[in-house]
């Protein structure tokens, strides 16, 4: 066993060896089939709660487990935050999708003692133009800058182009949440803002893995945490979305894990 404290890192984040690559691989593919099968199940009537036991079932079906429940008392198996939700919103039987909704569902599996974090967006039947724009505009916050991610670059870039495209398209990026490295513990090093200054260390290198996870807002960027500790909503009330990958940094740029 290798112990956490001394695997090689570089400013303090993890290069991973080519056994963890290949466990954070499989828990990134599972994360990414669960987001792949649950897309079937997203109508109106559906509770977010019937969602995250279907996610459940299927991670546990493949003989693994969500790393979500019981992490710092989170009680559920995945994260569906719903409109003007922008992360962390609790599955809920009270909380029924309707026509024109729009959710995020965030799943991390947890296979062989190694995580794969992604998270997508999900109209619930026909959505409106203005939300329609917004999943098309998230997404691009995260595809387009992909290609910032290559050895020599500087991690906070990325968050710098992407917070410039967003307000390019006049949306807002959300400020007190980061992307953060993963892959042998849930959250790593290192954690950087999607509102980021230009040319500041550390430099993205080769085995470094790490998730890029933008949340944009229609309105302005502000936030506000529910009395449940963990539901991040607009400060506003306007629609918020997100895209997340896991991400593997290689020698000529990147892989994306959770495809
Ligand atoms: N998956 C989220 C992220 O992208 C973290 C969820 S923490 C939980 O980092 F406890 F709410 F599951
Ligand atoms: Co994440
Ligand atoms: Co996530």
Known sequence: ??????????????????????????????????????????????STEELDHICNEFILRNGWKSACIGYHGYPK????????TICHGIPSKNEILKEGDIINIDVTSLVGGYFGDASRMYPVGNISKEARDLIQVSKECLDIWLAEVRPGNYFWN???????????????????YTWHGTG????????????????????????????????????????????????????????????????????????ILTQ
């Open 1 to 46: 066993m290798v112990l956490y404290h001394s695997m090689n890192r570089k400013n303090g984040i993890i290069i991973k060896t080519p056994d963890q690559i290949s466990g954070i691989r499989k828990a990134s593919h599972l994360t990414a089939m669960t987001l792949d099968m649950i897309g079937q199940y997203v109508k109106p009537w559906v």
């Open 77 to 84: 198996y995945t994260c569906i935050s719903s409109n003007d």
């Open 158 to 176: 990325i968050g710098y182009y992407i917070n410039d495209y967003a307000e390019l398209k006049w949306y807002s990026i959300v400020r007190e």
């Open 184 to 255: 042998v513990e849930f959250h790593e090093e290192p954690y950087v803002y999607h509102k980021a200054p230009k040319n500041s260390w550390p430099k993205i290198q080769p085995g470094m893995i790490f998730t890029i996870e933008p949340m944009v807002n229609i309105g302005e960027y502000k936030t506000k945490l529910l009395s449940d500790g963990w539901t991040v909503k607009t400060k506003d009330g306007s629609l918020s979305a997100q895209w997340e990958h896991t991400i593997l940094v290689t020698e000529s740029g990147y892989e």
